[in-house]
């Protein structure tokens, strides 16, 4: 009798794996143990987080970045502007009616030269025959060239939506101030006493600023000589006009007498039918 000797069921098991020869992608294919759900989406969430985090502070940084430059160009477009406006106003000169750019600033100097002479006469015309009303069309003879000009420089429709034509409207209110006595304190001394207004300000005033405001306030001395020097010597109201200036050149409507002219401002910026940056002492102020 044949005696069966049974092998373990382990030892069966390998000895059938080890002869199997199937190819490999016929094996079966143990799965890697996965993670648990809330174990995934706690991993899920974190990476989100740090994913969000990451691109916002670049934005951040980029943005403020950004608006740096912005800054920086929009300042450096101002001062180039400013630049110009001052390169504008220290090339306009009044003209006294019936003289030429180069006699009108004769008499000027020779005002200024005689100075002991002139002082007192110049004084009670300004401060005792002129009243508010009057001194002020007085100034306006340079307020409105400059607000003529300033929009063409600064590419705007206005001249109000120029800061620095803001900053000229403070300096001829204090000329005008107690009776016209900033502008007659610009002729004694030093002639800074104006600046104190803007050391009352929050807001910065930078050189170019400034210089413009000092040679503003050096076209509105030259203007009150040029008018002061023709009342007296006309003794009786402004009427016609020069020779030389067309009705269609004028850049404010009116009779012009006393113009300011710019020859810079016309190369620059005048159009074919504003040839020139003129005056504005109009007829109606023969009466000064």
């Known amino acids: 009798m044949r005696r069966s000797v049974s092998c373990p069921r382990?030892?069966?098991?390998?000895?059938?794996?080890?002869?199997?020869?199937?190819?490999?992608?016929?094996?079966?294919?143990?799965?890697?143990?996965?993670?648990?759900?809330?174990?995934?989406?706690?991993?899920?969430?974190?990476?989100?987080?740090?994913?969000?985090?990451?691109?916002?502070?670049?934005?951040?940084?980029?943005?403020?970045?950004?608006e740096s430059l912005q800054q920086l160009k929009t300042k450096e477009?101002?001062?180039?502007?400013?630049?110009?406006?001052?390169?504008?106003?220290?090339?306009?000169?009044?003209?006294?009616?019936?003289?030429?750019?180069?006699?009108?600033?004769?008499?000027?100097?020779?005002?200024m030269d005689n100075w002991k002479h002139y002082k007192t006469k110049v004084a009670s015309y300004w401060l005792?025959?002129?009243?508010?009303?009057?001194?002020?069309?007085?100034?306006?003879?340079?307020?409105?060239?400059?607000?003529?000009?300033?929009?063409?420089?600064?590419?705007?429709?206005?001249?109000?939506?120029?800061?620095?034509?803001?900053?000229?409207?403070?300096?001829?209110?204090r000329l005008l101030w107690s009776h016209g006595q900033g502008l007659w304190s610009c002729f004694c001394d030093s002639g800074s006493s104006w600046e104190s207004i803007f050391g009352k300000s929050p807001e910065v005033v930078t050189p170019l600023q400034l210089q413009c405001c000092q040679r503003l306030v050096e076209l509105c001395k030259q203007c009150l000589l040029v008018v002061y020097k023709y009342t007296t010597e006309t003794r009786g109201p402004i009427s016609g006009i020069g020779s030389d200036w067309g009705s269609t050149r004028h850049l404010v409507p009116g009779s012009t007498q006393f113009f300011m002219r710019s020859?810079?401002?016309?190369?620059?910026?005048?159009?074919?039918?504003?040839?020139?940056?003129?005056?504005?002492?109009t007829s109606q102020y023969g009466h000064l």
């Open 263 to 281: 020859s810079l401002y016309n190369t620059k910026y005048s159009s074919s039918a504003m040839t020139r940056s003129n005056v504005l002492f």
């Open 128 to 173: 005792i025959k002129l009243d508010s009303a009057k001194q002020r069309k007085v100034l306006d003879i340079v307020k409105s060239s400059i607000r003529t000009v300033l929009p063409r420089i600064w590419k705007v429709p206005d001249a109000e939506e120029v800061s620095l034509y803001r900053m000229f409207n403070r300096v001829f209110n």
């Open 10 to 66: 382990s030892i069966s098991a390998h000895l059938v794996s080890s002869g199997d020869m199937r190819p490999f992608s016929s094996h079966q294919v143990i799965p890697l143990a996965r993670p648990t759900s809330a174990s995934r989406s706690h991993s899920l969430n974190r990476a989100s987080s740090y994913t969000r985090h990451l691109p916002s502070g670049n934005d951040a940084s980029s943005t403020s970045s950004l």
């Open 77 to 111: 477009q101002e001062d180039d502007l400013t630049s110009q406006t001052l390169c504008i106003l220290k090339d306009m000169r009044i003209r006294f009616p019936g003289k030429s750019d180069a006699e009108s600033e004769l008499l000027i100097e020779d005002i």
